[in-house]
């Protein structure tokens, strides 16, 4: 096989972003600028240069007007960001981290790289998928497949067993800001999804938060300070948080410690110091972890399977490191999890896997995927009181079922002569239509009567694409005028011309580096900060003392705009020491 033809998997995640590849007939992370793990951050820094993974990551505690993060949850909902002044849509922010993907990836690997598999939640909808394939498509890649996280972990699992294993599966997928459990079926080579269920907005971001919170507000009680309302201390406090839940994986107490957090009413410093222990932690977070374990409930009840049942549970995802998870899912599935391979990892490797499987690799898998949501349409009826019933749902295809697929029903007009209805398209699982995602609608006219009552029938087919990408078709049983279009969504599927305006905003991102005006100071301050800067780029850096020079380099800013100068040589002091920490 030409090396340009192979292609790449992409865990494009909501905290970090990871990408692999089949080499040599194995799946195979692929360091970005010598980082496994690309943080899902995107900046532009003061100079105007693009900032993606740990610089972004540490500009963040500095300057979240130049910076984004966990763009993944705005991922399909029409809303738009601002970065530096300028405009973005979640696609565009989520093409930078591609585009850093690709670029890294190529530079690795000594040739281009055009062709991806990237992988989404399996509880993201339609809208949400097709936003992904516009990302990398801004991106300058081709996207072959999306696939479903938790079935990119199994594939990853299943990648080498031998062909005559059948084996039973329960992915438990808890990553940044999103959680997954899906039950897989490998047979014969065959991996066949039975059900999936989930939450895209719950992961360890939400954890941070919750440990966050509650420092915030034991010193809010004791200084009467509240940090929440300094973007600055509220950042740095958050990655704390982070560093500390990461440490409470491995040991019973963890140490949050943040010098220069506030100042009191005179105008004096204030630091934090607090120990927090792991069953605090846990019980600040326990309802949360619960809820999990709801979806692991709901995942087994579709497909009448008891934990006894499930011949394998797979961990996914750094925040399944956290003791609290294992000891809970181990409870409910009554059988120790597997994490033979990295939570990390798993994602990006399955979906390097089934990448392989696309590009003709020797790999004897096939994989068969479900759609998480039912797709139906909007219907009204008479009902049995004769009074008319609106807005009520009629799934064409239900939840948990194989895809591709391709589904049609009739359905008729309410009244007689009636020339025109409205196909209102909606995923989810309410009986109210109203209540779930719309995902678009379109008018289908001039109707011509086929019925004794003056009453026209037509028939509405559902395709449903192995992306789980929906195309919709009504077809007038009279005349058999078909009216097919790709729905006009809410969010609108973006057309080559926007792909092409999206690509060239990107472009000049990357073009205007270096041409802000930079702030007028003394010189040697000027060289303390570029020297300050090359120290946060570096992707080693411990998360908290990045965030303490990010403060720092804040206060410097800040006194210089207000010329005092006292205060500049006093913060540039504590900064050559942190910068001498930092080069120690």
Known sequence: MNLEDRILGIDLGTTYSVPAIIQDGVPTLVPVKGQHLLASVVGISPSGEVLVGAPARNQWVVAPERTIRSIKRKMGKGETVTMAGKTYTPQEISAFILKEIKEGVEAELGHPVRRAVITVPAYFNEVQRQATLEAGEIAGLTVERIINEPTAS???YGYGLKSNQDLRMLVYDLGGGTFDVSIIELSNGVVDVLATAGDNYLGGDDFDERLAEQVANDFAKEHGADLRANHQAWARLLRAAEEAKIELSSAPYAMISLEYIAKDKKDRPLHIHREVARDEFVELIDDLL???????????ADTNLKPTDIDRVLLVGGSTRIPAVWDMVSARMEQEPHIEIDPDAAVALGASVQAGIIAGEKIDTILVDVTPLSLGIEVADFGFTGRLQSDRFAPLIRRNTTVPVRKSQVFSTLYPGQEAIQIKV????????????????????????????GRSDVTVNFQLDVNAILDVAVTERKSGKRVSERLKADRQRLSPDEIAQSQARLAAAYEGGGTADLEIMDPGVTVLLDRAQMALDR?????????????????IRRAAAEEDNEQVEEHCDHLIDLLLEVEE
């Open 154 to 156: 199994a594939l990853a």
């Open 290 to 300: 619960t809820r999990t374990i709801t979806s692991v409930d709901k995942a087994l």
């Open 539 to 555: 992707p080693d850096l411990d998360g908290l003392l990045a965030a303490e020079i990010a403060g720092t380099i804040a206060d």
């Open 426 to 453: 909606y995923q989810g699982e309410s009986p109210i239509a109203s209540q779930n995602i719309l995902l678009g609608d379109f008018m289908v006219e001039d109707l011509k009567p086929n019925r004794p009552d």
